[in-house]
């Protein structure tokens, strides 16, 4: 295993597990705002973007506006590095996405053009639905990350990932030059 500082922005602190607290150095912040995301970008090595909107999927643009920051927060602290979680979504003509969800994918979608368009070396992850403990029962260490999952460029694999497969993709590609600047699915393998 490799040893990582990890430093994260949060809105809520809190919501962080207890277990995770001791572990990482947490900012607290908003990604919409360019002086937080500049403070949590100066001095590392990549960059690991998972911007969410919880439960808000109406039309904005806020997941957008927070890559736009991390961008230029990344290029003044000469950083160059980037993973970025998206949507498989993406993979498909809007008219397929159910319109709930159109709005959400819209702002992936800026996301995905701001970092085609930065310059960086980026990678692009987009996962299907993630699944819950329950799906993998039968693995003796529900916290871990599998490893057992497919990476495509261009297209999803499959229609589920672990929240930990997607996590140690995310991180394991920042040191993978072979994806940089390349759009691309992942899936867990179904045993």
Same mark, same amino acid.
């Given at each position: 295993r490799k040893r990582l500082s990890v430093r994260v922005l949060l809105r809520e602190p809190t919501r962080l597990p207890e277990e995770l607290r $001791?572990?990482?150095? +947490? #900012?607290?912040? /908003?990604? !919409? #705002?360019?002086? /937080?995301?500049?403070?949590? +970008?100066?001095?590392? @090595?990549?960059?690991?973007?998972?911007? &969410?909107?919880?439960?808000?999927? =109406?039309? $904005?643009?806020?997941? =957008?506006? *927070?890559?736009?920051?991390?961008? !230029?927060?990344?290029?003044?602290?000469?950083? /160059?590095? %980037? =993973?970025v979680c998206l949507s498989a979504f993406l993979f498909y003509d809007l008219e397929k996405i159910p319109p709930m969800f159109r709005h959400v994918t819209a702002d992936h979608q800026r996301m995905l053009d701001s970092i085609k368009g930065s310059g960086l070396k980026w990678i692009a992850v987009l996962p299907p639905h993630f699944t819950g403990e329950s799906f993998y029962m039968h693995r003796h260490t529900l916290d871990s990350p599998s490893s057992k999952?497919? %990476?495509?460029? *261009? =297209?999803?694999? &499959?229609?589920?990932?672990? #929240?930990? @497969?997607? *996590?140690?993709?995310l991180v394991e590609s920042l040191s993978l030059p072979q994806y940089?600047? #390349?759009?691309? *699915?992942?899936? !867990?393998?179904?045993?």
């Open positions: $001791s572990k990482v150095d +947490v #900012k607290q912040g /908003d990604a !919409t #705002k360019l002086e /937080d995301v500049q403070a949590t +970008v100066e001095g590392v @090595d990549a960059v690991l973007v998972a911007l &969410g909107t919880r439960n808000d999927i =109406s039309a $904005s643009t806020t997941m =957008s506006e *927070g890559m736009r920051n991390i961008i !230029t927060a990344m290029k003044s602290c000469n950083v /160059d590095t %980037v =993973s999952y497919t %990476v495509k460029e *261009g =297209s999803s694999p &499959g229609r589920t990932i672990t #929240k930990q @497969d997607l *996590g140690q993709f940089y600047n #390349k759009v691309l *699915g992942i899936a !867990t393998n179904m045993e």
